[in-house]
């Protein structure tokens, strides 16, 4: 048993603070504007100019409009606003950013960071990625704990270095997978902490489904 993709991002909306502004990304990160605890403020930003994101539409209430970075459906705020792109970034690289959440292909037990080039495969693009990592405060990915092929092949994404192109070098604090959760002393040279298990899930499976080290420092699961 592990925990499902709406249970990952319900953990990783723990990390949210009152006050902060959050920038979520594309995949399961974008479902923790769905956990937001009640009575506290967050305000959602998005690269193409958007400030103030609420949940997402429910079926038949989508404005084709009204889309995130990722060109998903969105809903407003009354307290929504909007602006360019090139504000946005601004924001960003500004350090005025509390949070990202992130999906990733690979992360490193040094807080590198890869999520957006598999080399020999036609991709969209970077997006915010390279400027989200260099410019928030604290870097957070959400991700399954290993990629799983048609062909049933199993490749670990929690390794000693990564193998695929980098979005950005020692950057990620935190690690939510459908097992457990990481902590990562991204400016230190210690290894991983493993702080939380998912129902169902023992340190020997972490150990048998990750390459990079990490000691254990477990809390009761949530």
């Known amino acids: 048993m592990a925990w499902t993709r709406d249970e990952m991002a319900a953990r990783a909306a723990r990390e949210l603070r009152d006050g902060f502004y959050v920038n979520l990304g594309i995949g399961i990160p974008t ?22 994101m609420g949940p997402f539409p429910y079926e038949g209430e989508e404005d084709p409009d009204l889309i995130n970075a990722g060109k998903q459906t969105i809903t407003e705020l009354p307290t929504t606003s909007y602006f360019s792109s090139a504000d946005s970034f601004a924001m960003i690289r500004g350090g005025h950013i ?15 960071l890869a999520n ?14 390279m400027d989200l990592v260099a410019g928030v405060k604290k870097v957070v990915v959400v991700m399954d704990h290993v990629a799983r092929a048609k062909d049933g092949t199993v490749e670990k994404k929690l390794l000693h270095r990564c193998n695929l192109p980098l979005t950005g070098a020692r950057v990620v604090d935190m690690v939510v997978t459908d097992m457990g959760v990481f902590v990562i002393d ?37």
């Open 186 to 222: 991204k400016h230190g040279s210690g290894p991983m902490k493993l702080i939380e298990l998912a129902p169902g899930v023992t340190v020997d499976d972490i150990r048998a489904n990750t390459e990079a080290s990490f000691v254990e420092a477990l809390k009761a699961a949530a």
């Open 98 to 112: 509390d949070l990202s959440i992130l999906g990733a292909m690979q992360v490193a037990e040094n807080g590198d």
């Open 31 to 52: 479902l923790v504007s769905n956990y937001i605890p009640a009575g506290m403020k967050v305000s959602l930003q998005s690269e193409n100019g958007m400030l103030g």
């Open 116 to 129: 957006w080039m598999i080399p020999g495969k036609m991709v969209k693009g970077m997006g915010g990625a």
